[in-house]
């Protein structure tokens, strides 16, 4: 009977031990499988988070694209807005020297049909003048120097306007 139970414990032995084999192959294999699963998903997650990176890289280098060509057109825009007025300011200066040295004078026109309280100005010069059609009054060059500085303010109004509504226009077009 010893012999008999020796045998058996043998054989459940090696029974447990096949059993504790068979289930450390188990596990192993599942792990394995599960290893590979898992490397599958993170090799996948990486590859989206990779062309998700490329395409924000892409979407960055398009919009630096984008401002640094605004940014040229701002300038060019600047530099021939500065142009017309740095023009505009030196035909005014010009016109100012002409005026200060009496070199032009500004004249105002005469209204012909006005006669209250005075003889009527003829509207036809005499055979002596030089001045064709209706009679004529020079300003005096202080004065003329004032309306020359208030219309080159309006000129310079005017340009900067230009200037703003052509920035409006190119910013409204590019969005």
């Known amino acids: 009977m010893k012999f008999e139970s020796v045998k058996w414990g043998g054989v459940l032995l090696i029974i447990l031990a096949l059993m504790a084999g068979s289930a450390w192959a188990a596990w192993a294999w599942q792990a394995n499988a599960y290893e590979r699963r898992l490397a599958a998903k ?7 988070r990779t062309s998700l990176a490329n395409a924000n890289a892409a979407l960055v280098l398009a919009e ?34 002409r005026l200060a040295t009496a070199d ?6 005469l209204d012909a049909t ?7 100005v003829q509207t036809t ?3 002596g ?24 303010d ?14 409006v226009e190119e ?3 590019t969005k």
């Open 42 to 48: 993170e090799a996948a997650h990486q590859t989206e």
């Open 64 to 97: 630096q694209g984008k401002r640094f060509a605004l940014e040229q057109w701002l300038a060019a825009s600047d530099q021939a807005h500065y142009r017309v007025l740095a023009d505009e300011k030196t035909k005014q200066a010009r016109l100012r020297d």
């Open 104 to 109: 032009l004078r500004l004249s105002v026109q």
């Open 114 to 120: 006005n006669s209250v309280g005075c003889d009527r």
């Open 125 to 127: 010069t005499s055979s």
């Open 129 to 152: 003048g030089v001045v064709h059609g209706a009679r004529r009054a020079q300003l005096d060059p202080a004065h003329a120097q004032r309306i020359i500085g208030i219309t080159g």
């Open 154 to 167: 309006g000129d310079q109004g005017l340009i900067a306007l230009k200037a703003c509504q052509a920035y």
């Open 171 to 173: 910013v409204s077009d």
